[in-house]
């Protein structure tokens, strides 16, 4: 198998490198629930959590990850760290690479944050935990984990409905699902549609009841309102729901036995009604369990054979001088 030094993306990724971490995190999911929680595999690795935007499950999810596989954690929000001073992305991952951890994960709003520092940081592994609206591959893998235990995800229909421009776990199972060999309908209003998006191989719906029939997962996003650059891309709350909201008689609708899932956080009564939400076909908090093992199966694979690809040293396409005076990612 071609050895992971990163994890930027399912965009870098192969089926056997997934299908690798999909075992692997499958392996963990009993550690997870033994009353004593904790394995000695990345005993002596020091593992940095690095976030720059809000997060509950990824962080946390990280966070347990790692010490129940024993390793140092440590977390860094973007409220406590010196960015708040004014200093660079670059300089705050320079600083702790040079504290020697093995990985950093990493959130940030600007997509491509983790293979820009990546050059820069020397042996340290990265794990992209959401970069903008690029890509989220931990959660992906979450995700397809939790449709194997569920049955399986090859040939299957996922149909993704919501803020799909702004989403990085729509990107980012559009990618997988062409590796993975599942289908994936989108539905959103024509504003939250991304152009051409038809190029990744999906079909593309504006009704949500015309992309229910044959439907196997209806998958349901948040309105990512922190990555809206206007306020006019979606109605009120109320027409929302009722346009795009998934309730029972929807989820009736679809193919027989059809499951729903959401990355999390929802909002209920907007994207999902409660009943649904709560109801024997979600495997909402399922995603959240897997999430723990997919995370310790990456870290696990990162820290333990970790082989290093080579990568050459910073790219020269960019002075430092140049760096350090763009903008935001800076
Ligand atoms: C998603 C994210 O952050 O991209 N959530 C998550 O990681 N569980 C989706 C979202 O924020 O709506």
Request: overall charge neutral.
């Amino acid at each position: 198998m071609r050895p992971l030094q990163h994890l930027f993306g399912i965009a870098d990724m192969d089926r056997e490198q997934i299908e690798y971490l999909l075992n692997l995190g499958e392996s963990f999911i009993d550690i997870n629930r033994r009353p004593l929680k904790k394995a000695p595999t990345l005993r002596g690795k020091t593992i940095i959590n690095l976030f720059f935007e809000n997060s509950t499950r990824t962080r946390t999810s990280f966070e347990l990850a790692g010490k129940r596989l024993s390793a140092d954690v440590i977390n860094i929000s973007a409220s406590t760290s010196a960015t708040k001073k004014g200093e660079s992305l670059l300089d705050t991952g320079q600083t702790l690479a040079a504290m020697q951890p093995h990985v950093l994960v990493i959130r940030h709003s600007v997509s491509g944050a983790c293979e820009f520092l990546a050059d820069y940081l020397g042996h340290t592994s990265i794990v992209n935990a959401g970069d903008g609206a690029h890509e989220h591959p931990t959660q992906i893998l979450t995700d397809l984990l939790t449709l194997r235990c569920a049955g399986g995800y090859i040939g299957k229909t996922v149909t993704i409905v919501g803020d799909i421009a702004h989403s990085r776990v729509a990107r980012s199972h559009l990618l997988a699902a062409r590796l993975m060999g599942y289908q994936v309908r989108l539905v959103a209003p024509k504003t939250l549609m991304p152009a051409e998006v038809e190029r990744f191989g999906c079909e593309v719906f504006h009704e949500f009841d015309d992309a229910i029939p044959g439907s196997d997962i209806l998958y349901m996003l948040r309105m990512q309102t922190e990555r809206l650059t206007d306020n006019c891309s979606f109605p009120s709350v109320r027409e929302y729901h009722e346009a795009y909201g998934l309730n029972r008689k929807r989820l009736q609708a679809a193919a027989e036995g059809c499951l729903v899932m959401h990355p999390g956080p929802m909002n209920r009564g907007v994207e999902i009604a409660t009943d649904v939400a709560d109801s024997a076909r979600a495997l909402i908090l399922n995603q959240v369990e897997h999430g723990v093992a997919i995370r310790m199966a990456v870290l696990t694979a990162l820290c333990g054979g970790q082989q290093h690809l080579g990568r050459p040293g910073p790219s020269k396409k960019m002075t430092m001088e140049a760096m350090h005076v763009q903008g935001s990612l800076l």
